[in-house]
């Protein structure tokens, strides 16, 4: 099971509704901590989306509704920007009493503010991540322009926000306003990885610049060129968790582990909300597989006959190489051309393949070799790209069990 629902206690005997997303092979070498933007929720797409990533690189992350959201206990109304930060904080507690404690904080557009905010309170926190964050929690302000009459006299305001009504208190702005950013990032002593679009027309790239000023070093700026505020194209997200994941390495503790702990050395794994987008855990490795938009994927992997022949292409490549090195040939280099496709058995002079009828597979391999080389060296190498074991395995026999586990 890679993800979780949790619920999240705080210190009233609340509980904040999260989810946990785990690796393909539902283990985690590091934990984040995901901190949405100003009223959305857990489940919005940017945040899946890099979730999705971060996950690809092994790191396990916990997303949450602030309290009065999504499926969190309590009144939005009565919740402000330190209440924010206390939920945060919560949700780190229960990363760190149930999983591990959590090693990077993430947070989008206020929820930008809110980490930067609250990663002094979290020792464990080592790298830190905005993504479309105001400087100053404050920025969310103008959101609430001709409401401060209603919220003075009954200390409420009913505001639209991406179209939905939403009941604000008149602690909220009192808090924001409040706020001083610029000072905790100074003294983060974290790393910091600050993302931002320059067309994001919510909150002005002028904010990250002002970020990125206000810390200290290691710290690092990525351009989201062409991306709005909610990164809401599917390529604008996904780039943004592959960024964060490589950036983290530095930071984290993610191990590559290539050690076998069961008898089975692929992990596959499809969730139900990614179209055909499979996770693969490979000798510990992690990998991804899809199919091409024209078939109904979002083409973010190759196809598995694309990982089949890829197989096959590295297979023969290694198997040449180690065997040119034994004989203290000069090879340099070697490069394997791939193509699958199915073809009439009628059309194909096939000497192994006597009476064969219907379609069959065909895989189509150019080598190139590189080198000083003479024509027999050359030959004796093609004859033995042949016997590399994959290329065995696919004109063997093979018997495939399966079962439930």
């Known amino acids: 099971m890679n993800s979780i629902r949790v619920k999240i206690p705080t210190a009233d005997g609340q509980m904040l509704g999260g989810v946990i997303?785990?690796?393909?092979d539902s283990k985690a070498s590091s934990y984040a901590l995901f901190a949405h933007c100003f009223t959305c929720g857990k489940?919005?797409?940017?945040?899946?989306?890099?979730?999705?990533?971060?996950?690809?690189?092994?790191?396990?992350?916990?997303r949450f509704d602030f309290t009065g959201l999504g499926e969190s206990d309590g009144e939005f109304s009565n919740t402000d920007f330190t209440s924010n930060l206390n939920d945060i904080e919560f949700a780190a507690d229960y990363l760190g009493e149930f999983y591990d404690a959590p090693q990077i904080l993430i947070g989008h557009s206020l929820g930008g503010?809110?980490?930067l905010a609250a990663a002094e309170r979290i020792s464990s926190a080592r790298a830190i991540v905005t993504i479309g964050a105001p400087f100053q929690p404050g920025h969310v302000s103008h959101l609430f322009a001709g409401k401060t009459e209603e919220l003075e006299s009954t200390g409420k305001a009913s505001i639209s926000l991406g179209g939905k009504p939403i009941t604000i208190g008149r602690s909220l702005v009192k808090d924001l306003n409040a706020q001083n950013n610029a000072s905790k990032i100074r003294r983060l002593r974290k790393a910091l990885l600050v993302m931002h679009s320059p067309q994001d027309s919510i909150v002005n790239v002028s904010n990250a610049a002002e970020i990125f000023a206000a810390a200290v070093h290691p710290k690092s700026f990525v351009s989201l060129d062409g991306a709005d505020h909610l990164l809401s194209a599917e390529k604008d997200s996904l780039y943004a968790g592959q960024v964060i994941g490589a950036w983290a390495s530095r930071y984290l503790d993610i191990a590559v582990d290539c050690s076998l702990e069961t008898s089975e050395q692929v992990v596959v794994q499809l969730p139900s909300d990614a179209g055909f987008t499979t996770r693969i855990k490979a000798g510990g490795y992690f990998l991804l597989a899809d199919e091409p938009a024209s078939v109904g994927g979002a083409n973010l992997g190759p196809s598995p006959y694309g990982l089949l022949t890829a197989a096959l292409g590295a297979c023969t490549a290694m198997t040449i190489k180690m065997y040119a090195r034994r004989k203290n040939w000069n090879l340099t280099d070697v490069r394997v051309h791939l193509s699958h496709n199915k073809i009439h058995a009628s059309d194909c002079?096939?000497?192994?393949?006597?009476?064969?009828?219907g379609k069959l597979d065909q895989i189509t391999r150019v080598i190139e070799l590189d080198g000083d080389l003479d024509d027999g060296q050359r030959a004796r190498l093609l004859e033995i790209a042949d016997r590399c074991p994959v290329h065995r395995t696919l004109e063997?026999?093979?018997?495939?069990?399966?079962r439930l586990g």
């Not at 997303?21 to 393909?24: H, N, V």
């Open 396 to 402: 063997s026999d093979v018997l495939v069990n399966t």
């Open 113 to 115: 503010a809110a980490v």
């Open 43 to 62: 489940n919005l797409a940017v945040a899946r989306n890099i979730i999705r990533s971060l996950n690809q690189s092994g790191i396990g992350v916990l």
């Open 349 to 357: 002079d096939c000497d192994l393949l006597p009476g064969k009828s």
């Open 21 to 24: 997303s785990l690796p393909a």
